[in-house]
């Protein structure tokens, strides 16, 4: 397959395995970070794709560097919006930094990042849009109103917006990922560990390349009658309705 490919989130855990599928894949991709340079810079060392740094919660950065991407690239055909954080907390002792900085990042760059580009892809009458919700958007997770709220918020603007776009030839799907193998996870207390695990019916944590397969599925013309779809991906831990 062949197209320009923007993965936000793109450096690290699930993002660097999506990115790294889809070069594979053919496409020459464009990973977006904002944190984490070291990362960033090893990344691009050992996949050999480029990265460029912006924050997806700043509109005005957003339009910009999509720009930036199609001046090198050309015009992009799949959109990845991967990107998110978590500053996990009860509600009762969560403070408003808490709660907007995971609004911002992961539900208010659903706006930013395919604002940017869908204007583009409807005149051109073609585009894939992925985005990266998650299990706790499903069924909601104690310590996690705001991440839960903002994953849950991806399932919406992801259906409305196939709607919208369908006759367009644009599909919009999402991906609602369960425990996934990454440093996040790789960090935690051994016995916190096991007991994720101990929830997941298969008996084991998700590969980051588990959820890129999907996505290389959703972005190619294999699934052009797929759009408005929630992909689960849990190992069975929750299994949502139809």
């Given at each position: 397959m062949s197209g320009i490919a923007l993965v936000t989130g793109g450096t690290r855990g699930i993002g660097a395995a999506i990115a790294r599928a889809m070069s594979a894949e053919g496409y020459s991709v464009a990973a977006v970070y904002h944190g984490d340079d070291s990362a960033a810079e090893r990344f691009h060392e050992e996949a050999r794709i480029p990265v460029f740094k912006w924050d997806v919660a700043d509109e005005a950065a957003c339009v910009k560097g999509v720009s930036e991407v199609e001046e090198q690239f050309g015009a992009i055909t799949v959109l990845v919006n991967n990107a998110g954080i978590t500053r996990d907390s009860m509600?009762?002792?969560?403070?408003?930094?808490?709660?907007?900085?995971v609004l911002s990042t992961n539900l208010d760059s659903m706006f930013t990042m395919t604002r940017a580009l869908i204007e583009g892809m409807r005149e051109r009458r073609f585009g894939r849009i992925i985005n990266i919700s998650s299990i706790n958007g499903q069924k909601g997770q104690v310590g996690q109103t705001n991440y839960s709220a903002a994953k849950a918020g991806v399932i919406g603007f992801t259906k409305a917006l196939a709607q919208e776009n369908a006759s367009r030839g644009i599909t919009v799907n999402a991906i609602c990922p369960g425990y996934v193998d990454t440093d996040m996870v790789a960090h935690v207390k051994p016995e916190v560990r096991d007991a994720i695990i101990a929830q997941i019916p298969v008996g084991r944590l998700g590969a980051p390349q588990e959820i890129a397969d999907?996505?290389?599925?959703?972005?190619?013309p294999r699934a052009a009658f797929c759009t408005g779809a929630i992909l689960t991906i849990n190992g069975g831990q929750y299994i949502a309705n139809g």
């Amino acid at each position: 397959m062949s197209g320009i490919a923007l993965v936000t989130g793109g450096t690290r855990g699930i993002g660097a395995a999506i990115a790294r599928a889809m070069s594979a894949e053919g496409y020459s991709v464009a990973a977006v970070y904002h944190g984490d340079d070291s990362a960033a810079e090893r990344f691009h060392e050992e996949a050999r794709i480029p990265v460029f740094k912006w924050d997806v919660a700043d509109e005005a950065a957003c339009v910009k560097g999509v720009s930036e991407v199609e001046e090198q690239f050309g015009a992009i055909t799949v959109l990845v919006n991967n990107a998110g954080i978590t500053r996990d907390s009860m509600f009762h002792r969560m403070d408003w930094a808490q709660w907007r900085a995971v609004l911002s990042t992961n539900l208010d760059s659903m706006f930013t990042m395919t604002r940017a580009l869908i204007e583009g892809m409807r005149e051109r009458r073609f585009g894939r849009i992925i985005n990266i919700s998650s299990i706790n958007g499903q069924k909601g997770q104690v310590g996690q109103t705001n991440y839960s709220a903002a994953k849950a918020g991806v399932i919406g603007f992801t259906k409305a917006l196939a709607q919208e776009n369908a006759s367009r030839g644009i599909t919009v799907n999402a991906i609602c990922p369960g425990y996934v193998d990454t440093d996040m996870v790789a960090h935690v207390k051994p016995e916190v560990r096991d007991a994720i695990i101990a929830q997941i019916p298969v008996g084991r944590l998700g590969a980051p390349q588990e959820i890129a397969d999907a996505v290389c599925y959703l972005a190619s013309p294999r699934a052009a009658f797929c759009t408005g779809a929630i992909l689960t991906i849990n190992g069975g831990q929750y299994i949502a309705n139809g």
